[in-house]
């Protein structure tokens, strides 16, 4: 079957729109366009599904395909969609349109009356069909430029396994028969009552078992009492990350539903605008990292004398950390995951998009620099943070050595080095690439999921090194006043601004949201300075929070993220962050119709995602992070013993 593809991008050219209008000064557009109902129902319609069962079941040919719209400059049609599409920050881009088609029955009449065959000009038929709907409604010409088709017996074979589908086939069944046998031996031993001896031996075969992981998942931290005192980190991981899953659900009503102008009407609603600024979300996961690696190093340091050998070791450990759970899930989405759906767009979006790129760029995120892939946008889409926080942690363990035996003044000196990077990074961006100073979370950008600011700039290590240096810097700050018993007393005012923290993230995004305005595109200077200064923002407010939860600022509130039930949630949180864009382009892929766009469908999303996404993360640390990670432990106290000896 004929497949033929372009690559689409956005008009960058165009001038881009803001969100809420502010400035009375800005040159208005040549014409203010009406969002009216009336007005939009006078243009085609974006997306449109054939009944996908139907044509299969018939033996027809399903073809998703995208248009370009072309017309006369007096078309009145036409010069409405063209000014409708530049308000690119509220508006879908109209000149391009996404069907999916069964050819036998919408394009019978025009096969017939052309004698054309379906086989030899598939492409043919297509756009000659289309552009006869489109000239007799619109009075529109129409430019094929993405087409992918299949038929039922195309399908038969499709679903055949290859020889990477039959070894991932066979890692998975290993991983069950292993845990199945350690949790089994576990079982055999708390029956002989044997657990005292095993817990000295650390039997491997016990890091295997459900049994003894899902204790430890419940269990909270042991030990330093330094390190215990961070429980309140776990709800800072697991609110960030409920703000993450809930901000990539809105991707799910970006492409094939019923009423576009419903969910441009989001765009009008100040509290969907604030959700929109997700993409500086994941600087405080930045910060965090940058603060426990700094503030465990040098309790680690007292206890194991480490030097600038240890450094290749460190880093591994941080490899291994992650690596193991993020290849299976990897592993699956390039080979298995395919087989698991049916759909209109499942070839096309699964089959010919996520599993291709998963095959095709799997070693780049084998070795974490995936964020550098421009043109990789599906597989793992959220691995770009996984990569970028591996590359700053790279970079922090050598700079921490590098370091830690010199003085306060050369550390200060160093991570402002570093901090004065992260600030002139962004602008070098903005200036020489004439990029906005954000991520403006757009219809088109929930649409294509691409978007320049975000591949070009936003996913650089480098770019987000702010945060992290600012959490090594608390983390130094921290060990050292708990290092020299140094207390606070319970100051009023401490416990105020922590109890501000919230409401100052509710501020930052709403004005994050109010950057750009509806008539104009923000001077070169404002997008500058938001660049650099925005993440020094944001690590501010999270030195505050962890500098409460750490020196128990935080009074009442400090109950809440220490709160019991953030425990398990928090511990899941890699997990959840690997899987819940998966089960969302699963059921992008599986989507037979079109859906509705609504605040209370976004909300049914957000449920089925969190509840899916924690039942199989909770699978995923039970069969392969927490073995893992026991494995590191039993394999690091054997080397510790083998040196002492």
Known sequence: MGRRRITYALNHDAPIAGLPKKSTTATKPPRQFSRKETEHKKLPPLFGLDDYKSCMENSGVYCMVAFDLYGEPN?????????????????FNYTRLDRGICVQETCQDYIKSNGLDIDQNIEL??????????????????????VSCERQKDKRKEIQLDSTDIIMLLVTVGICVVVSWGSYFDLCQRKRKADKTLEKDRHPLLCFSIFRNFEKLLQEDKGDERLTELKGLHGIRAFNSGLIVLAHCVFLFGKYIRDPLAFEKFFEYQLFLILGGYSSIVQFFFFVSGFLMTYILQIRDEKYKMSFRDVPQIIFLRWWRMTPTYAVVLGIMATLFRHVGSGPIWKSYIIEGVTSQCREYYWAHFFYINNFMINEILCCLESWHIASDMQLSV???????????RSWRFKIGTLSFLLLLGILS???????????????????????????????YHVFFYNNITCFVMGMAIGYLVYYLKQNKIKFPEFKMCTLICWLIMPSIYAFYYFTSSVYDDIER??????????????????????????????????????????RGWLIPGKLSFCV?????????YMMGTRSQLYTASFLELSYVFVVVMFWAHVLAL??????????SELMKIFMSFNRKRKEA
């Open 522 to 563: 923000k001077s070169l200077t404002w997008r500058l300075l938001y660049a650099s200064l925005h993440r020094i923002v944001i690590g501010i407010i999270a030195s505050v929070w962890v500098l409460g939860l750490t020196l128990k600022f935080h009074g009442n509130s400090l109950s809440i993220w220490e709160w």
């Open 125 to 146: 038929v297509i756009e000659g069909c289309f552009n006869e709907t489109i000239q007799q409604k619109y009075d529109l010409g129409s430019k094929l430029q993405f």
């Open 426 to 456: 962004p602008i070098v961006h903005v200036f020489f690439q004439d990029l906005d100073g954000l991520v403006i979370c757009k219809p088109e950008l929930y649409r294509t999921i691409y978007d320049d600011v975000l591949r070009k």
């Open 577 to 585: 962050y690997l899987i819940h864009d998966n089960i969302l382009h």
């Open 75 to 91: 078309n009145e049609i036409y010069t409405l969609i063209q000014e409708y599409s530049k308000h690119t920050v509220k508006h």
């Open 619 to 628: 699978v995923l640390h039970l069969f392969v992070e927490a073995p893992c």
């Open 395 to 405: 970079l922090g363990i050598i700079v921490y050595f590098c370091i830690r035996r």
